[in-house]
Structure formats: C-alpha cells, structure tokens
C-alpha cells in the first residue's frame, strides 16, 4: 500500500471597501448579514457560482492540493470597520491555525482597500499577523480588487497578490484561479518573484473602465507579456479615490520567472500608466443645477440618467443625502424624476401613515448629519410600500442588464425606462441596486411628477 502526502492550503476571506469620508463605523451586522461562514459550509456550497473562492477551490483540487476552511467575512462597501470586527477574524483564524495547521500555504481573498477605527491598513495587518503564525516558508497568496490599495506591509507578508484585470469588475472566479495556481507553482518549486512599482496617480472610478481606451490597452499590453512568456502574472491597481490616508497609491503588481524581468515590465507597465494619468481623469463634474438644466433641455425622448458619485453606497457613502431632491424640488411640477435616498425613519413614518395617504416628510441626513442636510417635502404623497429583499429581482425593474457568473452589471448605456412620456432624472441605479440589497425597506424612492414606468 502506497502512503502519498497530500499538500494542504488554508482559504479565507476578509472583503469590505472602506470609505474614509463616511462617519458610520462598519460593526459585526454589516457582515453577518452576508452570512459569516466557518466550518465546511462554504466549501460545500454550491451557490457560488463565479465567486473568487470558487476559482481557488477549482484550482486546487486540479493541481491535487487539499483546501482546508478558514473564516469567510464579508460585508458591502462602507465606513471603516471597527476593529473588534477584525480582531475577531484573526481570532478565529488563529484558532483554526494552531489546530489544523501546519499548511503548506494560505490563500486570503482580501478587497485590498480597508480600514478600520484603528488601522489604515487592516489587509495588512491580517497578512501579518497571518505570516507571523505561519511562520517564513509558508506560501501566502493574495487576492484583491483591482481598487485595492497595495501597501507594504501587504507585499512584504505575501509572496503574491493578483487583482481583478477587469472594471466593471468581472472576472472574481478567474482571479480565484490566478492566486491559486500562482501557490500551486510555487509550491511545486517554480521560481517566481513579485515586484510591486507604486504610482502616485488617484482617479475618479466614474472616469475610467477597462472596456475601452487607454487602460484597456495596458491590460492588453500585460496580457501580451504573459503569452508571449516574459510574465507570469499582472495586475494594474487603481486605488479607489475614497481613502484620505497617508500610504495611498495605485501600483502595477508583476509576477515573473526573475526579478530582473518582474522589475522591468513591472516599471514599464507603471511608467504607461503614469503617462496617461490626465486621461483617466475624466470631464469635470457639474454641479446639480447645472445637470439638471441639462436635463431639462434634453428632447431626445429618452431618460436622463445622473449619477450622485459623491453619495455613492457601492463606494461606501452613506447614501442618506436629499441634497438632489432639495435642488430638483423646484422643477416638481414641470420634471418627472426620481431619486433614492437611505432614510429609515422616513420609511417607518411612511408604513405608519398608510398608502394613498399624505404627510410632510424630513429627508436625509439620518445617517452623516454632517454631511448633508435634511429636506423637507411637505405633503408627500405615499404611493406604494415594499418590503422586498431579493435584489436580483429588485435590479431587473431597473433596465436590461448583463449578468457574468452571478454578478449583475447595470450598464448604464442599456438602462431603459418605459413609457415615460418625458424623461426621469434617477439617481444612480447602480447605487439604488446596492441599497435594494441591503435593506429595501430603509430607503425611499422619492419621485416629482407622475411617474408613467414600472419602478414602483
Ligand atoms: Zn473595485
């Protein structure tokens, strides 16, 4: 009888983007409500279809190494986390190290741009306090959002750290694949070796996509390196814009074969995209009068999307602002429009006074009173009222969308609303599909006019 050694790795993931401008701290709620998994759940589960750690999964169990399950945290994008959240994950993960450890390596699905109450660099001290425990030899390998913000600490307490190639993002299963077969090789005896080249260049995430232009061609061009065999491994990061910390840059992360090759086509990856840093900064915004004048004077037929980037809940705002509704109230008689704001007791005042009945309504401002002020719309009319949950069906009223391995993406060239006669000023559907997610019944959907669609 033949004994074989199987080869062991450790999964685990820690995902949340931190906004710094958002006052509300991110506490344990915001990340059991997207369920916290320990134990087999997760990697028995089979409803996570295109899902980073279904890449690392698959991955592994080609190459005939055994996955072992660490802690699965994740929450939407918001405030800094607080810290309690976080010692409590490397708790858990310390536990089940000391217990079922040692590992040849540990694979970490990280978002890459996360803070907490006490830390600006929280995936960095979970990387080492993971190293710590693990000790030298073991191999860590890292996967992170294409908006993460790549620190030291980071590099220097992983061997690898690949990104999303992709903004929208779409490729969460194939990063999976990447970080794990990038352990795997090593782990066989391959020689690689990561450099990181940081660059001081910030950009607007509405400015810029890897579907078309200057970034695309810089994929392309990493892309081209890895067939062509000079890498082995690329990622281009553009940190997101929402971080007012001191350690902050985009980076190009290269895995090669040497260093000296790493290094090369990591500086020249990072000196193209330095090049084009004004491009990828996008127009100037405008202010919302100026957009709404815009609108007003659009007779294309069709509606009028904006987008309040600065509130934005899928960049970790609160979502809570009214400051749209304040300046689109005047046009109630003369624009039909509707935008989205987080206001939960808004919404309980609404289930208390009943459908088809009228009130004067306090919007806004429940969440960063510092940040914007209340709107008061008096003798608002509430039309409907929807305790849905399921945020699949929730996007689809909201126009035709592409739908990648489970993930829906709003692309806003293909959001159609029916049969308004005029046009509907809406605020971000993007935004409103990630407030319909996590809670429908704590935001109002606040409209002028009489909207002739299927919104509501
Ligand atoms: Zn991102």
Redesign the pocket.
């Known amino acids: 009888m033949q004994n074989t050694v199987v080869s062991r790795m450790l999964i685990c993931e820690f995902l949340q983007?931190s906004n710094s401008f958002n006052p509300v701290l991110c506490g344990p709620d915001c990340f059991s409500s997207n369920d916290i998994n320990q134990g087999g759940a997760l990697l028995q589960s089979t409803e996570m279809n295109g899902e980073t750690i279904e890449g690392i999964l698959h991955t592994l169990k080609v190459r005939g190494v055994h996955s072992c399950d660490g802690i699965y945290m994740r929450s939407k994008s918001g405030g800094p986390v607080k810290q309690e959240v976080i010692d409590d994950f490397l708790q858990k993960m310390l536990t089940i190290i000391k217990a079922d450890g040692p590992f040849e390596g540990v694979i970490v699905s990280l978002?890459g741009a996360t803070i907490s109450d006490k830390s600006t660099d929280v995936c960095g001290d979970i990387l080492q306090s993971i190293r710590g425990w693990v000790g030298p030899k073991t191999i860590i390998s890292v996967s992170c959002?294409?908006?993460a913000n790549v620190t030291n600490k980071m590099m220097c307490n992983s061997d690898f750290i690949c990104g999303?190639q992709t903004?929208p993002?779409l490729d969460h299963y194939s990063v999976g694949c990447r970080v794990a077969t990038l352990a795997c090789d090593k782990l066989e005896g391959r020689t690689l070796v990561n450099t990181r080249v940081t660059i001081p260049v910030m950009a607007p995430?509405h400015a810029n996509n890897t579907i078309q232009g200057k970034l695309r061609n810089l994929i392309e061009r990493g892309h081209t390196l890895i067939a062509t065999g000079k890498i082995v491994d690329f990622t281009i990061f553009q940190v997101?814009p929402w971080l007012d910390i001191s350690e902050i840059a985009s980076c190009v992360v290269v895995t090669a074969e040497n260093k000296e090759a790493s290094i090369m086509y990591a500086q020249e990856l990072a000196q193209k995209l330095f090049q084009f840093r004004l491009e990828i900064q996008g127009s100037k915004l405008s202010s919302i009068d100026e957009v709404v004048r815009l609108a007003l004077q659009n007779d294309s037929g069709k509606p009028v999307v904006l987008v309040d980037s600065a509130d934005s809940p899928n960049a970790g705002a609160c979502g809570d602002s009214a400051t749209v509704i304040k300046h689109v109230l005047k046009y109630k008689d003369s624009l039909r429009c509707a935008v989205t704001v987080l206001d939960k007791n808004a919404v309980m005042k609404a289930f208390s006074i009943g459908v088809n009945n009228k009130a004067d309504f306090l919007l806004g401002a429940s969440l960063a009173p510092k940040l914007s002020n209340p709107v008061l719309v008096k003798n608002a009319f509430v039309k409907s009222l929807i305790g849905g949950t399921s945020r699949k069906r929730s996007i689809k009223k909201f126009g035709t969308l592409c739908c990648n391995c489970n993930r829906i993406c709003a692309n806003f060239d293909y959001v159609k609303i029916r049969k308004c006669r005029r046009f509907t000023v809406l605020s971000g559907v993007w935004n409103r599909a990630n407030v319909v997610s996590t809670g429908f019944c704590e935001s109002v959907f606040f409209t002028t006019g009489e909207l002739r669609s299927n919104f509501i």
């Open positions: 983007e978002h959002d294409l908006h999303y903004y993002h995430a997101q």
